[in-house]
């Protein structure tokens, strides 16, 4: 990185994931987390896993989580309904559990086939016993992914940070 | 109206009988033969027949996660559970009907081909849980090649006693993800009470491993 840019609040947000000893990114790729992709794909100490559907990677955590390390799963907020049976097995065994959403059918949507996934997040988190934080502006993003990361690594709570489209921008298709 | 079959409970029919007559393998004898000692392994079973049988296997110890839900899971559970264990070997045990459910997972192991993790599926052709129905295993559905057609470099099929010593010889030593399908008759896997408590075996499970 250029010498005296600020770092992205996605470099940001990658820095702090490994500071707290998360190697294993899970993902259905997806633009709004292309730097995390990116950066996990370059690293070298970490476990960079492209999934086929979005529950695999709830999966994954889990067993990422039996065998003593820390998984994330990047995801766009539509993929988040491919994954809602899979969660039964999170809350049931009260593993702990961080997914960053990438929002869609939300602020400024233009696509219609969004909308729906888009409502239905938050309603679907709160059923499957997962808490979410909302991060609506750049300055808020580490401090929420902190709040997470303690929450979820500290004390095995299941949580969700969802990038809304006020944040990441609303996509033109 | 199937001969055999009682208020529902699906027993194969003579047509049927003939088809399963071909695989002479009884999931009773193969799969401890197949596994040989549990403790070599963490175990991942997958729900109904397979988390029977490593239930039995094991004794429900503490290597073994044996899922009772979340259809589908067992094999990305064991992915992960690999890849944050890498000297230790992981056998994702489960059957022909959970593999397909999301067997995309194939795919996803085979682009990361974790040099520690075994696959074994147990393929009875039906759904014995609820029925017997015919799965797609037995509609001409080969999860061997599927397996390979993902991109798991190593695939085998055990569907006789003399396939066993080899298959068993990939699942602890191959170095690279390995895929065997064992195809068995429609029968009933060993009846054996297990901790059916999700939060109960992570516990069990980690404490064991991790010393958590």
Known sequence: MPAGNPASWQDQLYEKLRAHGVDQFAYVPDAGHATLIDRSLADPDVHSIALTTEEEGVALAAGANLGGSRAVLLMQSSGLGNCVNFLSMIEGGQFPFLTLVSMRGDYGEGNPWQMSMGKAVEPVLRAMGIRSLRVDHPGDVEPAAEAALTMVFKAEERVAVLLTQKLIGAKSF | ?212
């Not at chain 2, 798991?152 to 690279?176: F, H, M, W, Y």
């Open chain 2, 1 to 212: 109206m199937v001969e055999g079959s009682v208020r529902g409970e699906h027993r194969p029919g003579p047509a049927e009988r003939g088809a399963s007559q071909s695989y002479l393998l009884d999931r009773r004898q193969a799969v401890p033969e197949l596994v040989g000692d549990p403790r070599d392994f963490l175990i991942v079973a997958g729900l109904a027949g397979t988390a029977k049988d490593f239930g039995h296997l094991t004794g429900d110890g503490d290597n073994l996660f044996a899922l009772a839900g979340a259809m589908g899971a067992a094999a990305m559970t064991g992915l992960g559970l690999a890849l944050s264990q890498p000297d230790r070997r992981v056998l994702v045990a489960t059957g022909d009907g959970e593999l397909l459910m999301n067997v995309g997972a194939l795919a996803t192991i085979a682009a990361v081909n974790p040099p520690n993790l075994a696959i074994l599926c147990v393929d009875n052709g039906h759904y014995g849980e609820t029925g017997y129905q015919r799965s797609h295993t037995s509609l001409g559905v080969d999860l061997e090649r599927m397996a390979a057609g993902a991109g798991i470099r190593t695939t085998r099929r055990v569907e006789r006693e003399a396939d066993i010593p080899g298959a068993a010889r990939l699942l602890r030593e191959e170095n690279g993800t390995a895929f065997v399908l064992l195809k068995v008759a429609p029968t009933d896997p060993p009846k054996f009470r297990r901790d059916m408590r999700p939060a109960a075996v992570r516990h069990r499970f980690r404490r064991a491993l991790l010393g958590l």
